[in-house]
């Protein structure tokens, strides 16, 4: 048996990146735009013959040269990363490969969750990892009592709740009797998720009819969607928008819901290439995907963006125009200071 | 033992078993992918919750993707993940414990 060893290839090393680029593209993948380690087996003359990466809750970026199948190399590039991941506190891991080569995951000790249209597969080291999750849903549909036929889905960020994301939520809930409300649970956003979901609960406590989630992993989350967080090519921003729609599917179909809400995009360019792959898989899926009109205030649409720039610039009469009154007094508020230091001390705070 | 944080040891080498051991509610809670589990997914088990048992650990959520490990380096995983899970990682009770 010959000698294989590992080592990490830094984004400055770049002879070991472009070999490591070389390999991925000889087994048909290019090269993630997030990456947050990498790392290399190479045999005894130091050539490349296996690499794997990690992002997140992540792998990704996983290939074996041709030449060297069958030696079990996948799975000490899959065994490293998930002790990586594991080391530093990620347990519920995630892994993107070719609809081709899912089978080795399997044996990997990865099941699989969903498919982006016929290249990507995504999988997760749980066993039943999803299905539970779908079960939670359900388990939280039945504890709101809510009854009736017309079921609608709305996912949000709401980074944080504005004036438009309570239009959206009014317009979406007068529309259905039952509607769905998932809040984007992963801290990857300026405000922290126990912030925006407590302003999203009091901005929509009004609407008697919506069923609180999580969306977890398995929606808007580094694991299914990273670029909507990180700037990435438009061919990434698609392909992942692809796999968040099948997995938003996969649970539509669960809940039974017939109708997806979005506001008009007039801003972001993510979310705009989001709402179109949605528009075109969703009907093939028999899900209506109805465009909201943006709430507009003096005559311009209102943006979470510019919410943040307002808090940015520490303007809160612009705030106050922006905002339900109960996002305002919580941003108004002493409580808030961690939090508009910390929108203050971004450097960006404009969605891409 | 309690399990305070998760934790794994091992890998997915062939005659090697990547064992991962997370804090669980009231019992064992043990699920083994293997490629023998048909041949030998019953004396994997019993390989460990003996362990398992053994470091009285009694509530805990236990993965076992086997490649065909021995039952000895099946012991090995698991008291090595159950020993990382409280930090633990030297000064082990040899022939304590760990036997």
Same mark, same amino acid.
């Given at each position: 048996m010959s000698d294989y060893h590992f080592s990490e290839i830094r984004p400055g090393d770049r002879r070991a990146v472009r070999e490591m680029e070389t390999l991925l593209k000889a087994e048909g993948i290019s090269k993630d735009g997030n990456l947050e380690f990498s790392v290399g087996l190479y045999d005894e003359d130091y050539q490349l013959v296996a690499t794997g990466s990690a992002f997140a809750n992540t792998l990704r970026c996983l290939a074996v040269d041709s030449g060297h199948r069958g030696e079990g190399l996948m799975g000490q590039i899959v065994s490293y990363l998930v002790d990586w991941q594991f080391r530093r506190g990620y347990s519920d891991l995630f892994l993107y490969t070719k609809t081709s080569t899912a089978h080795f995951f399997t044996d990997l000790g990865f099941y699989e969750v969903a498919? +982006? +249209?016929?290249?990507v597969v995504f999988l997760e080291n749980r066993k039943n990892g999803f299905a539970r999750y779908l079960a939670r849903l359900q388990a939280e549909t039945e504890a709101s009592g809510l009854k009736g036929s017309r079921i609608g889905a709305v996912v949000m960020?709401?980074? !944080? *709740?504005?004036l438009g994301h309570q239009y959206l939520l009014e317009t979406a809930a007068a529309d259905c009797d039952i509607l769905h409300l998932f809040m /984007? #649970?992963?801290?990857?956003?300026? /405000? !922290?998720f126990a912030v925006r979901e407590q302003l999203v609960r009091a901005g929509s406590a009004?609407? +008697?009819?919506i069923v609180y989630h999580y969306t977890d #992993?398995?929606?808007?989350? #580094?694991?299914? *969607?990273p670029s909507y967080f990180l700037k990435d090519s438009e061919t990434v921003i698609r392909s992942q928008a692809a796999l968040d729609t099948e997995l938003f599917t996969k649970i539509a179909q669960k809940l039974g819901v017939t109708v997806r809400y979005v506001g008009e995009e007039p801003f972001s360019e993510v979310t705009n290439i989001y709402n179109e792959v949605m528009a075109e898989r969703l009907s093939a899926a028999e899900i209506a995907l109805r465009v909201t009109p943006r709430k507009a205030q003096d005559g311009k649409a209102i943006s979470a963006s510019q919410v943040r720039q307002a808090i940015h610039d520490g303007n809160l009469e612009v705030l106050r125009g922006l905002v339900p009154e109960t996002t305002y007094s919580y941003f108004a508020s002493d409580e808030s200071r961690p939090v508009r230091e910390k929108i203050q001390q971004a450097v960006e705070v404009i969605h891409y | 033992m309690e399990i305070l944080k998760a934790a794994m040891a091992g890998t997915? $080498?062939?005659s090697d078993a990547q064992v991962t051991v997370e804090p669980g509610n009231q019992d064992i809670e043990l699920s083994i992918e293997s490629s023998v589990i048909n041949q030998f997914g019953r004396q994997i088990r019993t390989a460990v919750l003996e362990t398992l048992d053994r470091l009285g650990v009694t509530a805990a959520k236990v993965t076992v993707v086997d490649k065909g490990a021995l039952d000895c380096t099946l012991k090995a995983r698991v008291e090595c993940a159950v020993y990382r899970a409280n930090g633990?990682? $030297?000064?082990?009770p040899w022939g304590g414990d760990i036997r």
């Open positions: 498919r +982006g +249209g016929d290249k960020n709401a980074n !944080p *709740f504005t /984007v #649970s992963e801290d990857a956003s300026l /405000v !922290p009004h609407l +008697g009819n #992993s398995y929606l808007i989350s #580094s694991a299914t *969607f | 997915l $080498e062939s633990i990682t $030297e000064n082990f």
